[in-house]
């Protein structure tokens, strides 16, 4: 004779107990196969499911639980885990609200409400739980992310710092790294670069190896443009999950014996990355090493005309032979570059010279300064770019012709591209970035914003003024109007953040005075 459910139930908590969870499992389901409708098990079952991340299994369980005992307050927040871990994160808020309104109850609804985009009433929700529970660091915490969600940037690191005070003893090392280094982005965020790298450093002596830690101190060390510690640190980015490396034969080159050897350079990240980071492979060929260049399609015909590389190949071409294979941001390291020593030589990118001839013949037409300009980014976002009606005081410069560089052209810019017929639409014959590269050749300025245009007039050596929010990426360093990496470049930062509009009012005055007198292109901007 079966036992009965209600041994099977209390064998399936001695189970539970000592996290034998199939075995618990086990139990359950023989329960349910003599009482479908046993809520203990539905229950147990659900809660089980969550543990071992079978999450549509514990939706499923929790929601026949709940049919049975609607009014029991325990199964609303294991049904509200269940659709958060399954991103389904307004049936999550629905379940939280049926839920008694504990502080980790609370917590988890805020957390639902930020990952819902409803940040206001996330930010609202964690300081109700804080003032029921002044010392719960995981709402200190979640309170920063979703103050640093809606760019409270003080406000976000007073969430972090409390987070950090009152964590518990037993809190995981990677709990904590993760408070330090979302302390450190919001430091940077308010310029105190300085700061987010000691709040990176201070939890890396408690947890030397941890990989997200270095790697952040590394970012940090590069933006103060300490690239001595910012490159050896950097190296720990593919330790971190979700950074994979390339290839998991990867390696770093020992330059001082690449003599006969044959090198694969991988392109990694993005097509800017690439552009900024491939001026190394002409150094590994003055070392005597044979380079092999790994990118995507689009940079193919490019960086096949490039000095030093003897192959490049495109996305499924078979490779080579090679007995070093290396990703290109892990050259600076290896070249132990410093700001000095940044090889900044350009052109080392160099487009197609029929494809050169033909653009300047299109553009000789207008007597013009031509300019090219780049204002969206396929990553889009309110610090990536801007609108063409946030920039029409660079469209209405008298004497300037404006070619879009864009390869495509965001849906709501279409509007005031037609209301501005003198700015010249090219996106249906920029096929890859050789095509690019050629227009930009035959234009007089490119203004971009932080984008692969902007590496690539860089690497082409043409006066390129670089349009950057108040608080830039590492690579263009704090505060500076250059550039060590592009000699042609100008740096135009945000006077204050998200004022895109007053950045654009300081490059229409410089394009006027380049109207006026356009050997100033060369002259301002110190070209090599």
Not at 82 to 106: D, G, K
Not at 186 to 208: G, I, N, W
Request: with cysteine; proline share 7%.
């Amino acid at each position: 004779m079966p036992d009965s459910p209600d041994v099977l139930l209390e064998r399936a908590a001695r189970y539970y107990q000592a996290r034998a969870f199939e075995a618990a499992a086990s139990c359950a389901l023989l329960i349910l196969a003599q009482d479908a409708a046993h809520f203990d098990a539905l229950h147990l079952l659900g809660v089980l499911s969550l543990n071992i991340g079978q999450n549509a299994d514990a939706v499923g369980y929790l929601t026949r639980a709940a049919r049975l005992r609607p009014d029991d307050g325990a199964i609303p927040f294991a049904l509200g885990n269940a659709f958060a871990a399954l991103h389904l994160h307004e049936q999550a808020i629905a379940a939280y609200r049926r839920a008694p309104a504990n502080e980790q109850v609370l917590n988890n609804l805020g957390a639902a409400l930020r990952h819902a985009g409803r940040t206001g009433e996330a930010i609202e929700t964690f300081r109700r739980v804080l003032a029921r529970q002044p010392h719960f660091a995981p709402a200190w915490f979640n309170l920063g992310e979703s103050l640093a969600a809606a760019e409270q940037w003080e406000e976000a690191v007073t969430a972090f710092r409390a987070a950090l005070t009152h964590a518990a003893p037993d809190t995981a090392a990677e709990r904590l790294a993760r408070i330090a280094i979302a302390l450190g982005n919001a430091l940077v965020e308010l310029d105190r670069v300085e700061a987010a790298r000691a709040a990176c450093e201070a939890m890396r002596t408690r947890f030397p190896d941890n990989p997200a830690l270095i790697w952040h101190a590394g970012l940090a060390a590069l933006h103060l443009g300490d690239y001595r510690s910012g490159w050896r640190d950097y190296e720990a980015r593919f330790l971190v999950p979700g950074h994979d490396p390339p290839r998991a034969d990867a390696s770093m080159p020992d330059i001082s014996a690449l003599a006969g050897k044959r090198v694969l350079l991988l392109g990694e990240q993005g097509r800017g990355d690439v552009l900024q980071f491939v001026r190394y492979a002409p150094l590994l060929a003055e070392r005597g090493a044979t380079v092999h260049l790994s990118v995507t399609d689009d940079l193919k015909p490019l960086l096949s005309g490039m000095d030093g590389v003897s192959t490049v190949i495109g996305e499924d071409e078979a490779e080579p032979p090679y007995d070093i294979v290396t990703p290109v941001m892990s050259l600076p390291h290896a070249f132990g570059t410093t700001l000095e020593t940044v090889p900044n030589r350009v052109p080392y990118l160099r487009a197609p010279a029929s494809r050169i001839s033909a653009w300047r013949d299109r553009l000789a037409a207008v007597a013009a300064l031509h300019v090219g300009l780049c204002w969206a980014s396929t990553n889009p976002g309110p610090r990536r770019g801007t609108d063409l009606e946030t920039l029409r005081p660079l469209l209405d410069c008298p004497g300037v012709r404006i070619h879009a560089l864009q390869k495509a052209i965001p849906d709501g810019d279409r509007a005031c591209l037609h209301r501005h017929p003198a700015v010249q639409d090219h996106s249906a014959d920029l096929t890859d970035f050789a095509e690019t590269a050629a227009l930009i050749e035959a234009l007089d300025l490119v203004i971009s914003i932080d984008t692969a245009v902007a590496h690539l007039a860089g690497g082409l050596g043409k006066p390129v003024w670089i349009m950057l929010p108040h608080v830039a990426e590492w690579r263009w360093l704090r505060g500076r109007g250059d550039s060590p990496w592009y000699p042609s470049a100008r740096l135009f930062r945000q006077p204050a953040p998200g004022d895109w509009a007053g950045l654009t009012d300081a490059i229409a005055t410089a394009l006027s005075r380049a109207v006026a007198s356009p050997d100033t292109l060369e002259r301002d901007q110190r070209l090599r």
